[in-house]
């Protein structure tokens, strides 16, 4: 059965969800409360994308001084403070439980933190039953020095991101990856400064909230792992990152956030927030919706002729082109597929991509080719 998708505009301080309303979800709004009782109280799969930037239960006894004596604005809130590793952990169990009920069976998360907890968090995950995909490190330009002088200074988080579970046929914008990282495939370290300057919140002269991400890294996050139209969940919404860059990118965000402080600041701020109204400049194309095009199809058109000598890129190996749109080496003959593999002494290949021809003077992909076709078909 699906969920119905409802807009509504939230005026109210503290917002609450019916859990008799089923067929309705609280989209684009900010809930006050517990995390974990606001997501029993949503449908189950219902949710196509969690991000989470949980408490990292820093551990920090006393204050941090700078060496001329000034005192570093620090994470002492009493939402990070947590009284052993067991009470840490029985937190974590109950959120993560919570959030994959009500994630759609092909939807995915994403965690955030650091060495404090990201260890604890990433086998408990497993443990639940998640499917881990990625671990991301996020390499801070920018970062905090150690003031102390008694270790590295820490200049990355850690996110995991994970599958609800192994048979979860996921979303990943990989073209759109590709495409963000200059046409290179986009690496699981990511080099982005921390939160800082004018897109720093502040509320009279200090920061409004002290763990604020940048909305770079939301935006690669969304871009990454979730379309245009879905429901993006926070369930420690914070100032509310994600629910602007969300807004901004044509997603659905529902922010569930415990603190009335930081719900009034991330409203205003993501009340502010322009959405992109031409939906076709968000969406992200992939290649496995485009209508499949036969090699054959590139022959018969005259975009690559019979006897065309195809090689790798590194010129290692080579085929020609038949007239039925198959490959021919000296000792074997198939699609452009089955050659590469062959050659190659591979189980699979991508002949699309491993296969090369020489065009004005330059070697060029066979996949060129297949795009031309397309574009005539469009």
């Known amino acids: 059965m699906m969920t119905k998708r409802t807009t509504k505009t939230n005026k109210s301080k503290n917002a609450t969800f019916d859990p008799a309303a089923k067929h309705t979800l609280p989209l684009d709004e900010v809930l006050v409360g517990d995390c974990v009782k606001l997501m029993d109280s949503l449908p189950e799969g219902s949710v196509d994308m969690i991000f989470a930037d949980p408490p990292y239960n820093l551990q920090l006894e006393g204050d941090l ?5 000034t ?41 955030i933190g650091s060495y404090h907890n990201i260890f604890r968090v990433g086998s408990m995950m497993q443990d639940l039953g998640f499917w881990m995909l990625n671990d991301v490190v996020w ?12 270790r590295f ?75 245009v139209g879905d429901v993006v969940l926070d369930p420690f919404f914070g100032s509310g990152t994600t629910g602007a860059v969300a807004k901004a990118l044509g997603r659905h965000f529902i922010g569930l956030e415990r603190e009335d402080e930081y719900a009034e600041i991330a409203r205003a701020r993501i009340s502010k927030v322009r959405q992109i109204e031409d939906k076709t400049l968000v969406l992200n194309e992939s290649k496995r919706s485009l209508p499949r095009i036969p090699f054959g ?11 065309t000598v195809l090689t790798d890129p590194r010129k290692r190996y080579s085929a020609k ?11 074997f003959k198939g699609s452009i597929h089955q050659v590469g593999a062959f050659v190659q002494k ?32 469009n």
Request: hydrophobic letters at 35%.
């Open 153 to 227: 200074t820490n200049a990355h988080e850690t996110l995991i991101w994970a599958a609800r579970d192994k048979e979860a046929r996921y979303r990943f914008n990989y073209e759109s990856m590709k495409a963000l990282n200059d046409d290179f495939q986009m690496r699981s370290d990511w080099t982005l400064p921390i939160c800082s300057g004018p897109e720093r919140l502040k509320k009279d002269g200090k920061k409004a909230h002290p763990t604020q991400k940048p909305e770079s890294l939301l935006y690669r996050i969304l871009l990454s792992s979730s379309e």
């Open 346 to 377: 591979a189980p699979a290949c991508n002949g699309w991509q491993f296969w090369h021809m020489v065009v004005k003077g330059k070697l060029v992909p066979i996949d060129v080719m297949r795009e031309k076709v397309r574009a005539e078909l």
């Open 65 to 69: 001084v700078r060496p001329n004596n």
């Open 297 to 307: 199809t590139v022959v018969e058109r005259g975009l690559i002729r019979p006897g």
């Open 71 to 111: 005192k570093v604005d620090a994470v002492d809130d009493h939402w990070d403070q947590f009284a052993s590793f067991k009470a840490y952990d029985d937190f974590t169990k109950k959120w993560m439980k919570a959030a994959r009920r009500i994630l759609k069976p092909d939807g995915s998360i994403w965690v």
């Open 321 to 331: 082109v038949r007239a039925d749109g198959t490959l021919v080496t000296s000792d």
């Open 139 to 150: 390499l801070k330009t920018n970062p905090m020095p150690n003031f102390r002088g008694r």
